[in-house]
């Protein structure tokens, strides 16, 4: 019976994923002086297995690559060869090609065979260079001795499964496209009696199979059945772990960071589950306590009905959570590409960097980590290019010529706070300030250094003094401002001459769900989200000023806040005829102040946000929409946007 192997190409394509992953974070922490033979033998270990996979599911070109890969790896690792430089680099962009065929199998692009073609050769030279180095030494050093493979190093080296010991490439594709039922190499539709005993002890390595803990690895790999027959014993073998505890915790998140399935599956905790099953279970006993309540309304009935209401409405709360907790993912699926990125920039720009990642653990909303990407590679990008000095700037400035860009990521309040920072030369703000004039830009001489600092996200603006592959074109800070504006958050700036700089995000929890105010304007209700929101009091006409150029100011404990009415913005009918009768909401957003007018207070939910934009049509000043307990829809104020439309209203 033949079986469709299609059927697994997923699993595969996010395995081999994993495995690159893998394979680019221990080879970026890797000591070119004195490399961890655990980390060589975990490198060694994912590219033999994406081999083994691809083998399996007859994609030879991905086969040929990490076949020469694997050569070269497997040599370290035996401490036949020293590692240099030149091969970490071969390496990575081993990772790179080897990705892209993954990528054409997924059908999403097509394979540059000149860039395999120049990948191999590189690798093959550095082997070739490396071999006849050593050949050489060893025969200055010692007589000349045939070669022979000992018992103990056979025991030192077991291989790892799928294509162990073949005579040469050509042996190991003709077994990779055509593997016999009787050497079930594999392992993926067969158990042999080893194999159960593998799995029994938790050793099991494959495509549909955990990675096993360290010591099982270890003890797996330094016990091979040397005497079992051919198919058994590779089997048998074909059982390692991760390189250590920690590389196995950080491959499957490092991994789908770079994964293009990450928008259609999330890895959760078995705890989640179980805790999302439970309070499903509440709420279905709650529901029938209702149903059976609603046909006992004589008597004590009905307090029966209202104690069954609060306990369903605490019950909805929790699966709610419990839902959203599911969408929760560490940053690191984020944080994790970055490290190449500064090696590959850093090296480009002629610069010592240090990468520091600080909270890789704290959660965020699925949703918002595909969409911080791209603004923290800029933001990154940007503090290689502009901010941190060349080697000898930094000598002559007194500072280590290593330089540090530091990302963090921790909670605070309901929001997750995003920092990247460096220790480089920092803003220059006169020549900000020479730039916005040269630009036509209404700025002077006596702005704050926080509104200098803002002017650097003006559409266009930039002081790169050349133009290069980088940065310097003025596309950047405007579209980072406008994409974290875009999914609720802020973008915040701050800098010392000389001592470096530091951008600061604010982004909601989850995209999801937002604790709100509601107010009434009109016949309408609207939502003013909470983290936006200072006070709320309410005033008199003697409070409002009219500025020439600015338009009505309300005077509020020494500041003058621009007012603006919700009323005359959706144009609707105001409820409250005089300034006395009605609320003043003063909301901050992009570090301004401005105060809203509104007819009235309702209360304080936390509302589902649903896509106006996606189910209606883009309105300004709005967000999203909910329902609300009636059933009636309220829009969600874009406070921004709104700030936004008071500027524009003032200049008109």
Same mark, same amino acid.
């Given at each position: 019976m033949?079986?469709?192997?299609?059927q697994?190409y997923?699993?595969?394509f996010?395995?081999a994923a994993e495995?690159?992953?893998a394979?680019?974070?221990l080879?970026?922490?890797l000591d070119?002086?004195n490399p961890?033979m655990?980390d060589?033998?975990?490198?060694?270990?994912? *590219?033999?297995?994406?081999?083994?996979g691809a083998?399996?599911?007859?994609?030879t070109?991905m086969?040929?690559?990490?076949? !020469?890969?694997?050569?070269?790896l497997d040599?370290l690792?035996k401490q036949e060869?020293?590692?240099v430089?030149?091969?970490i680099?071969?390496?990575l962009?081993?990772?790179?090609v080897i990705?892209?065929?993954l990528a054409?199998h997924?059908?999403?692009?097509?394979v540059d065979?000149?860039a395999?073609?120049?990948?191999?050769?590189?690798?093959?030279?550095l082997?070739?260079?490396q071999?006849d180095?050593?050949a050489?030494?060893a025969?200055?050093a010692?007589?000349p001795v045939?070669?022979?493979?000992?018992?103990s190093q056979?025991?030192?080296?077991?291989?790892?499964?799928?294509?162990?010991?073949?005579?040469?490439?050509?042996?190991?594709?003709?077994?990779?496209?055509?593997?016999?039922p009787e050497?079930?190499?594999y392992?993926?539709?067969?158990?042999t009696?080893?194999?159960k005993a593998?799995k029994?002890?938790e050793q099991?390595?494959?495509f549909?199979q955990?990675?096993a803990?360290?010591?099982?690895?270890k003890?797996?790999?330094a016990?091979?059945a040397?005497?079992a027959p051919?198919?058994?014993q590779q089997?048998?073998?074909?059982?390692?772990? *991760?390189?250590?505890?920690?590389t196995a915790?950080?491959?499957?998140?490092?991994?789908?960071a770079?994964?293009?399935?990450?928008t259609?599956?999330?890895?959760?905790?078995?705890e989640?589950?179980d805790?999302?099953?439970?309070l499903?279970?509440?709420?279905?006993i709650?529901q029938a306590m209702?149903?059976?309540?609603a046909?006992?309304?004589?008597?004590a009935g009905?307090?029966?009905?209202?104690?069954?209401?609060?306990q369903?409405?605490?019950?909805?709360r929790d699966?709610?959570?419990?839902?959203?907790?599911?969408?929760m993912?560490?940053?690191?699926?984020v944080f994790?590409r970055?490290p190449?990125?500064?090696?590959?920039?850093?090296?480009?720009?002629n610069k010592?960097v240090?990468?520091k990642l600080?909270?890789e653990n704290t959660?965020l909303?699925?949703?918002? !980590?595909?969409?911080?990407?791209?603004?923290?590679?800029?933001?990154?990008r940007?503090s290689l290019d502009?901010g !941190?000095e060349?080697?000898?700037?930094?000598? *002559?400035?007194?500072?280590?010529?290593?330089?540090?860009?530091?990302?963090?990521a921790?909670?605070q309040?309901g929001?997750?706070v995003i920092?990247?920072a460096?220790?480089?030369?920092?803003l220059?703000?006169?020549?900000i300030?020479?730039?916005a004039?040269e630009?036509?830009?209404?700025?002077?001489?006596?702005?704050?250094?926080q509104?200098?600092w803002?002017? !650097?996200?003006?559409p266009?603006?930039?002081?790169?003094?050349v133009v =290069?592959?980088v940065?310097?074109?003025?596309v950047g800070?405007?579209v980072?401002?406008r994409n974290?504006?875009e999914?609720?958050g802020r973008?915040?700036?701050d800098?010392?001459?000389?001592?470096g700089?530091r951008?600061?995000?604010?982004?909601p929890?989850?995209?999801?769900?937002?604790?709100?105010l509601s107010v009434l304007?009109g016949?309408?209700?609207?939502?003013?989200?909470?983290?936006?929101?200072i006070?709320?009091?309410?005033?008199?006409e003697?409070?409002?000023?009219?500025?020439?150029?600015?338009?009505r100011?309300?005077?509020?404990?020494?500041?003058?806040?621009?007012l603006?009415?919700?009323?005359?913005?959706?144009n609707?009918?105001?409820?409250a005829e005089r300034?006395?009768?009605g609320?003043?909401?003063?909301v901050?957003?992009?570090g301004k102040?401005?105060?809203?007018?509104?007819?009235?207070l309702?209360?304080?939910?936390?509302?589902?946000?649903k896509?106006?934009?996606?189910?209606?049509?883009?309105?300004k000043?709005?967000?999203?929409?909910?329902?609300?307990?009636?059933?009636?829809?309220a829009?969600?104020?874009?406070?921004?946007a709104?700030v =936004?439309?008071?500027?524009?209203?003032?200049r008109?």
């Amino acid at each position: 019976m033949s079986i469709d192997l299609s059927q697994f190409y997923q699993v595969f394509f996010d395995e081999a994923a994993e495995h690159l992953a893998a394979m680019e974070s221990l080879l970026l922490g890797l000591d070119v002086s004195n490399p961890s033979m655990d980390d060589l033998n975990a490198i060694f270990r994912s *590219a033999h297995s994406i081999k083994g996979g691809a083998g399996t599911f007859g994609f030879t070109d991905m086969t040929e690559v990490t076949h !020469i890969l694997e050569t070269l790896l497997d040599k370290l690792r035996k401490q036949e060869m020293t590692l240099v430089n030149e091969m970490i680099s071969a390496f990575l962009e081993a990772g790179d090609v080897i990705s892209m065929q993954l990528a054409a199998h997924r059908g999403e692009g097509e394979v540059d065979a000149v860039a395999v073609s120049a990948v191999c050769e590189k690798l093959e030279s550095l082997t070739s260079v490396q071999q006849d180095a050593s050949a050489h030494a060893a025969t200055a050093a010692v007589q000349p001795v045939a070669p022979v493979v000992t018992a103990s190093q056979t025991q030192e080296d077991p291989g790892y499964g799928f294509f162990d010991d073949e005579p040469e490439p050509a042996a190991q594709k003709s077994e990779a496209t055509d593997p016999q039922p009787e050497d079930p190499s594999y392992g993926f539709f067969e158990d042999t009696p080893v194999q159960k005993a593998e799995k029994e002890a938790e050793q099991g390595y494959g495509f549909f199979q955990e990675l096993a803990a360290p010591a099982a690895e270890k003890s797996a790999s330094a016990t091979p059945a040397a005497d079992a027959p051919p198919g058994v014993q590779q089997a048998a073998v074909a059982a390692p772990a *991760a390189a250590t505890a920690n590389t196995a915790k950080r491959a499957p998140e490092k991994a789908a960071a770079s994964s293009s399935s990450e928008t259609s599956s999330i890895r959760v905790s078995v705890e989640k589950v179980d805790q999302l099953i439970n309070l499903v279970g509440e709420l279905v006993i709650t529901q029938a306590m209702l149903a059976q309540s609603a046909q006992d309304m004589l008597g004590a009935g009905g307090e029966h009905l209202q104690s069954g209401m609060y306990q369903l409405e605490r019950n909805t709360r929790d699966l709610q959570e419990a839902v959203m907790s599911i969408r929760m993912m560490p940053i690191s699926f984020v944080f994790s590409r970055f490290p190449r990125l500064v090696r590959d920039l850093a090296g480009k720009l002629n610069k010592q960097v240090e990468l520091k990642l600080v909270g890789e653990n704290t959660e965020l909303d699925k949703g918002l !980590i595909e969409k911080i990407s791209d603004p923290l590679t800029h933001l990154v990008r940007n503090s290689l290019d502009h901010g !941190i000095e060349s080697v000898e700037k930094r000598i *002559a400035a007194g500072k280590n010529a290593c330089g540090t860009i530091t990302l963090k990521a921790f909670h605070q309040g309901g929001n997750v706070v995003i920092e990247v920072a460096d220790d480089g030369g920092g803003l220059n703000r006169g020549k900000i300030l020479s730039k916005a004039k040269e630009r036509g830009l209404p700025v002077r001489d006596e702005m704050t250094d926080q509104e200098v600092w803002a002017l !650097i996200m003006e559409p266009g603006f930039s002081t790169a003094d050349v133009v =290069t592959d980088v940065s310097g074109r003025g596309v950047g800070m405007d579209v980072v401002k406008r994409n974290i504006a875009e999914i609720g958050g802020r973008v915040e700036l701050d800098s010392l001459e000389g001592m470096g700089s530091r951008v600061i995000i604010r982004l909601p929890l989850t995209l999801a769900i937002l604790d709100g105010l509601s107010v009434l304007v009109g016949n309408e209700t609207y939502i003013v989200p909470l983290g936006a929101i200072i006070e709320s009091l309410q005033i008199s006409e003697s409070d409002l000023k009219t500025v020439s150029g600015e338009g009505r100011m309300l005077h509020v404990r020494g500041e003058y806040l621009p007012l603006v009415a919700l009323h005359e913005v959706f144009n609707t009918k105001a409820r409250a005829e005089r300034l006395e009768q009605g609320i003043v909401v003063i909301v901050e957003a992009e570090g301004k102040k401005t105060a809203l007018f509104v007819d009235d207070l309702l209360g304080q939910h936390q509302v589902v946000i649903k896509s106006l934009e996606s189910n209606f049509r883009k309105i300004k000043g709005v967000s999203g929409a909910t329902i609300m307990g009636d059933g009636k829809v309220a829009l969600i104020l874009d406070v921004a946007a709104l700030v =936004t439309h008071h500027g524009m209203m003032a200049r008109d």
